[in-house]
């Protein structure tokens, strides 16, 4: 099933974007939402401080998430039944391309796992070129994380890279940066984290001009609190591994 086309209609509430500076006029972040109004409202604000325009996409959080996200002044579009991670990126994809003329569309955890630093690296790195930047937790090992984890995850980049395309070091990492242009083709047709293998696939076509940023992720007490890295990882393994099966090798 084609999120974009099997959602219901999603809610745009938009404020004008606080402190948006010209030097990071070409690109807008999208930041997805699921219940995270402890932590939400920080990582938005630091996004716009630095002078981003963020599109923050509630997955019809049941907490004061909207509240957090509102007080940002960040663009707000809201679904009214949870749709999980892919539909809410979809979504996200869809009002960057819809409603800004940003060359650049990012994505940015709102956990706050991502480093504000690593984005503006990405932005200025796809800028020279690329199509696609997407960042690694394994080109220069500041990401702690644990074996087991880490072991799942570069099983599933290695099943990712058996097929054709760019071979990357990083599965499914979700700190990334696309051209408008590659955004506008984005169609996920899975709503939930069976997402991540399909978008990694399409992202890796030979096509596309790719490379990979060095990202520090931070697994903060708050993202463990909620048992979300490690399900999150097993999610990717047999997710990968379930692609792989059913597509082979890719055309």
Same mark, same amino acid.
């Given at each position: 099933?084609?999120?974009?086309?099997?959602?219901?209609?999603?809610?745009?509430?938009?404020?004008?974007?606080?402190?948006?500076?010209?030097?990071?006029?070409?690109?807008?972040?999208?930041?997805?939402?699921?219940?995270?109004?402890p932590v939400v409202g920080g990582v938005i604000a630091e996004l716009i401080t630095a002078g981003l325009t963020v599109i923050a996409v509630d997955d019809a959080?049941?907490?004061?998430?909207?509240?957090?996200?509102?007080?940002?002044?960040?663009?707000?579009?809201?679904?009214?039944?949870?749709?999980?991670?892919?539909?809410?990126?979809?979504?996200?994809?869809?009002?960057?391309?819809?409603?800004?003329?940003?060359?650049?569309?990012?994505?940015?955890?709102?956990?706050?796992?991502? #480093?504000?630093?690593?984005?503006?690296?990405? =932005?200025?790195?796809?800028?020279?070129? @690329?199509? /696609?930047?997407? !960042?690694? $937790?394994?080109?220069?090992?500041?990401?702690?994380?644990?074996?087991?984890?880490?072991?799942?995850?570069?099983?599933?980049?290695?099943?990712?890279?058996?097929?054709?395309?760019?071979?990357?070091?990083?599965?499914?990492?979700?700190?990334?940066?696309?051209?408008?242009?590659?955004?506008?083709?984005?169609?996920?047709?899975?709503?939930?984290?069976?997402?991540?293998?399909?978008?990694?696939?399409?992202?890796?076509?030979?096509?596309?001009?790719?490379?990979?940023?060095?990202?520090?992720?931070?697994?903060?007490?708050?993202?463990?609190?909620?048992? #979300?890295?490690?399900?999150?990882?097993?999610? =990717?393994?047999?997710?990968?591994?379930? @692609?792989? /099966?059913?597509? !082979?090798? $890719?055309?």
């Amino acid at each position: 099933m084609n999120p974009s086309q099997a959602r219901p209609e999603a809610v745009a509430e938009f404020a004008a974007p606080h402190g948006a500076s010209a030097e990071w006029a070409d690109t807008v972040v999208v930041v997805r939402v699921f219940n995270e109004a402890p932590v939400v409202g920080g990582v938005i604000a630091e996004l716009i401080t630095a002078g981003l325009t963020v599109i923050a996409v509630d997955d019809a959080s049941t907490d004061a998430s909207a509240d957090e996200i509102d007080k940002t002044g960040a663009l707000r579009v809201t679904h009214p039944v949870n749709l999980g991670a892919g539909g809410a990126l979809q979504t996200g994809y869809e009002a960057a391309v819809r409603f800004t003329e940003a060359r650049y569309v990012a994505c940015f955890d709102a956990d706050g796992q991502h #480093q504000l630093d690593d984005l503006l690296g990405m =932005i200025r790195l796809i800028r020279e070129g @690329h199509d /696609v930047v997407i !960042g690694s $937790r394994f080109l220069d090992g500041k990401t702690e994380m644990s074996w087991l984890r880490s072991i799942m995850l570069r099983t599933a980049t290695k099943l990712l890279n058996r097929g054709a395309g760019t071979r990357l070091t990083d599965a499914h990492n979700g700190l990334r940066i696309v051209t408008r242009e590659i955004a506008s083709q984005i169609k996920l047709s899975h709503s939930g984290m069976a997402y991540a293998s399909e978008l990694e696939y399409f992202l890796t076509r030979p096509q596309n001009k790719i490379i990979e940023y060095p990202v520090h992720i931070l697994y903060t007490d708050y993202s463990r609190s909620k048992g #979300q890295p490690l399900l999150n990882s097993v999610n =990717i393994l047999v997710d990968t591994l379930a @692609h792989r /099966v059913s597509h !082979g090798r $890719r055309t």
